[in-house]
């Protein structure tokens, strides 16, 4: 018994130094690494402070392929999202305006059919009285299309004579 005290004991303690050990890993990792990245960006800001430096690399970073490249990229972009832009716009307007003649169109309509009509009893009559003149009309459309088929008929017949 006594030996399983001193074994947990032991083992209690060699945990104690792995997670303080891994706790110092840690810390120095989380210090060196912004110590890293604060020496290259200040070693970046420090060559660019230079006027002879920085407009050596301004003017290699100009005449890079890739840099080039990538800018007639970003204009292509840009102008396809601004023509989409624009007709979306264009298209709302137009269907805003449509609807709107639409509206003043009904309104202007609805108001000369109710002046015109106050009793929805003549409505109704006055509109089964255009449906049987449109019929009509439709009717004598038909015959005359059929008279002027046959006289073409007797045209290419004699002409084919």
């Known amino acids: 018994m006594a030996e399983e005290t001193v074994n947990t004991e032991s083992d209690n303690q060699s945990n104690e130094v792995t997670s303080q050990n891994n706790q110092s890993d840690e810390r120095n990792k989380?210090?060196?690494y912004p110590a890293v990245i604060g020496g290259v960006?200040?070693?970046?800001?420090?060559?660019?402070?230079?006027?002879?430096?920085?407009?050596?690399?301004?003017g290699r970073i100009g005449q890079s392929e890739v840099l080039q490249s990538a800018g007639r990229e970003l204009r292509r972009t840009a102008q396809e999202m601004v023509t989409e832009?624009?007709?979306?716009?264009?298209?709302?307007?137009?269907?805003?305006?449509?609807?709107?003649?639409?509206?003043?169109?009904?309104?202007?309509?609805?108001a000369a059919s109710s002046s015109n009509n106050p009793n929805k009893e003549n409505g109704a009559e006055d509109e089964d009285n255009r449906y049987?003149?449109?019929k009509q009309e439709?009717?004598?459309?038909n015959d005359n299309l059929e008279r002027i088929e046959d006289k073409l008929n007797t045209l290419l017949k004699a002409l084919d004579k």
């Open 30 to 32: 989380n210090g060196i």
């Open 41 to 58: 960006v200040g070693a970046g800001v420090g060559l660019l402070a230079s006027p002879e430096v920085s407009k050596k690399v301004a």
């Open 85 to 110: 832009q624009a007709m979306i716009m264009l298209k709302q307007s137009a269907t805003s305006s449509l609807s709107k003649y639409q509206q003043k169109l009904l309104g202007d309509s609805q």
């Open 132 to 134: 049987q003149e449109l």
């Open 138 to 141: 439709n009717k004598d459309l």
